[in-house]
């Protein structure tokens, strides 16, 4: 039943497919017990095969002699990923599917690839007495291997950049046979990189932070001397918390699957574990020393939190009253525009009275300068009246019609404006149909 869960999940690729046609070489780590003491430190190797010599390197015999004594190969590894020193991806996907299918670890790939984080147990196909396990955490870390008395632990690791380079450093530190021997191993070296991850992370959100609250200056620390944050930092500072606070909630997820890896390796850890208790590097000792650990980022995680959200809060309320002085200082424009105009109009209106009381002079100024009058007969007659000239009449025939026309014209534009009106007032789309 569980196959088929697994097969079945395995058919939903959530990774990026792993497409390389070509590679010259496939990266390999290798990791020597001593056969006398479990308790002196493993030897690793680290090294490059030619695509032609892997099954070459399959055959290679599992026990060797130093100068130190006897050893037997306890780990197998293969790096799948980009190696951004040399500019390389490897191995090739054919290579891969080879090797998965040498070590049983088909199955595993394909429900890796369709995780996005999780730790799982499978048995090997053909009912093989080895055991099958992987670790997922999409999309930096994915780790698929099987382990038997007779071959030890062959484990797939797809690791690039960051991770890749924290586990080869992890390698250094000098892992005493025992640990290296145990089923668990690649699962206590995930647990590790992860870890310390989530540890650089919060590192990296921490010395963020404090830039902001010195800027911002919504602390109490003592110790530092803030400075008001200019104008335009608000947008950028408020926008460097939001991206801390996103990293926070990818570092609980993180912190979450380091938990699982933890219960998954003190799930299978007593099946396997050392006759001596002293030399058991799975010990209940060393597992408790891992969930402290966990348990005090989460600790940590939760603290930073708390700095991030207060910096976002005090951030929103900088800007509201930098908005609110915005708005301020628009409504004090506006009102010395609106006092302005007010007095715009009086002197408009002022200008009106006297245009009105020089208006009608004017034009009985300008009527009578016209010749549309003969007051050259005013002198020969003894009365007030004065004749007019045929260009008197002329004078309204024109301009009557003309001043009609004017207004007739000017009255169509208003209609025609006025329907045009209408019809955009009728064509909008009403607010509550949307």
């Excluded at 046609?21 to 390999?28: C, I, L, M, Q």
């Excluded at 990791?31 to 030897?43: E, G, K, Q, R, S």
């Excluded at 984080?117 to 099958?132: K, P, Y």
């Excluded at 780790?143 to 992890?170: D, K, P, Q, Y």
Aim: glycine share 6%; net charge negative.
């Amino acid at each position: 039943m569980h196959d088929d869960l697994y097969r079945h999940f395995g058919t939903q690729n959530i990774w990026e497919e792993y497409t390389v046609a070509k590679s010259p070489v496939v990266e390999v780590t290798e990791f020597w017990t001593a056969n006398d003491n479990l308790l002196l430190p493993a030897v690793i190797e680290s090294r490059n095969i030619s695509t032609h010599d892997v099954d070459t390197w399959l055959e290679e015999p599992p026990a060797r002699t130093l100068t130190t004594g006897a050893y037997t190969r306890s780990v197998r590894l293969i790096w799948v990923g980009e190696d951004r020193d040399r500019h390389r991806s490897s191995p090739s996907a054919s290579d891969l599917n080879f090797l998965a299918r040498t070590w049983g670890l088909e199955d595993a790939l394909a429900y890796g690839r369709g995780c996005f984080a999780g730790v799982s147990t499978l048995e090997a196909r053909g009912g093989a007495e080895r055991r099958v396990f992987t670790i997922t955490y999409h999309p930096k870390l994915a780790v698929a291997w099987s382990h038997s008395t007779a071959c030890g632990t062959c484990a797939i690791v797809f690791a690039e950049g960051e991770e890749r380079t924290e586990l080869l450093c992890i390698f250094l530190s000098e892992w005493r046979g025992s640990t290296v021997a145990h089923p668990m191993y690649p699962g206590l070296l995930s647990s590790l990189v992860l870890a310390h991850g989530l540890d650089k992370t919060l590192a990296e959100i921490k010395a963020a932070v404090r830039e902001v609250e010195a800027r911002t200056g919504h602390h109490r620390f003592a110790s530092r001397h803030e400075t008001r944050p200019a104008a335009g930092e608000l947008g950028s500072l408020s926008a460097n918390m939001s991206g801390c606070a996103a990293k926070l909630a990818n570092g609980t997820r993180k912190m979450k699957v380091v938990e699982a890896i933890n219960d998954f390796i003190a799930q299978h850890a007593p099946r396997t574990a050392s006759p001596c208790a002293q030399d058991d590097p799975f010990s209940s000792e060393s597992l408790a020393l891992l969930r402290h650990r966990v348990a005090m980022q989460e600790v940590d995680t939760a603290f930073v939190q708390q700095r991030v959200q207060i910096q976002i809060a005090a951030l929103f309320h900088l800007i509201a009253q930098q908005d609110n002085a915005i708005a301020f200082s628009t409504a004090s424009a506006t009102r010395s525009i609106a006092a302005s105009s007010l007095q715009d109009s009086s002197s408009m209106k002022m200008l009106a009275l006297v245009a009105m009381f020089f208006l009608p002079g004017s034009f009985v100024a300008a009527l009578f300068s016209a010749p549309l009058f003969a007051w050259e007969d005013v002198y020969a007659s003894d009365g007030m009246g004065v004749a007019t000239r045929p260009q008197f009449a002329l004078f309204w025939a024109v301009t009557a019609p003309l001043t009609v026309l004017v207004f007739l014209v000017y009255g169509m534009w208003m209609c025609v404006q006025g329907r045009k009106e209408r019809a955009k007032s009728h064509n909008a789309i009403p607010l509550g149909s949307v």
